[in-house]
């Protein structure tokens, strides 16, 4: 939890290696990140947040002043940060975590029952929220990482771009299904009736719109979750 080497403020160089980096729109200042800040970048007031990949740093863009996350003796991930707390998992072991940058502090939060857990965001008070998964859960494989924070940050766009609520974002994804010719029955996933109720409405021949497939094409991710 030292810090080290001052990232470089200025204009972009050519780079010899893959950098990350940050740029104030206000100010026009870009800031060199290095090669150890190149992976699940975030970025909130003056703190960058991320990874090279297997440890996870801080970088202080008005000091240049980088400090490696003591978190775990594994590698590190970062889903997110707000104002000074930064949130993300371990591995192994998949533990979420919470991190302040101005106490070098760091918090375990391992999932009551189990041991896999993910943080995703904070506030700037450090209330933090995730998700948790039973022990030997195949979602806990699947939804590893960083990829609860990603999987939230494409349902937000679409979200926003649809103008739907949050919880009609399944009924949305299973009337796309719906939506092509070639398809007349979908079998969905459901682990309780409050899911079943839901699922089984859709079948009231409601296709979506031209217009709402339109903005949905350019949502298109390709992913597998299952490797």
Known sequence: MTP??????????????AHGFAYDIRTRV?????????AHLQVSGHTAA?????TAYTVDLSTGVRTQLGVSQGSTGVNGITGRVVVGETDPGLLA?????????????PAPGGLYSTATSADEQGATAGTTF??????????????????????????DDLGIAPGEIAETALRYVLSAPAVSTVIPGM????NVEPNTAVSDGRPLTADQLAVL?????????YA
Request: overall charge positive; some cysteine.
């Open 4 to 17: 080290t080497r001052a990232a470089r403020p200025g204009s972009a160089p050519p780079p010899a290696a």
């Open 30 to 38: 870009w800031t060199d990140l290095g090669d150890h800040l190149i």
């Open 50 to 54: 991320g990874t090279d990949g297997h």
């Open 97 to 109: 975590y919470a991190y302040r940058t101005d106490t070098h502090a760091s918090t375990l939060l």
């Open 134 to 159: 039973p022990d030997g859960d195949f979602r806990s494989h699947c939804f590893r990482g960083d990829r609860p924070a990603e999987v939230e940050r494409h349902v937000d766009a679409i979200v």
């Open 191 to 194: 682990r309780s009736v409050r």
């Open 217 to 225: 094409a350019k949502h298109r991710w390709q992913r597998s979750f």
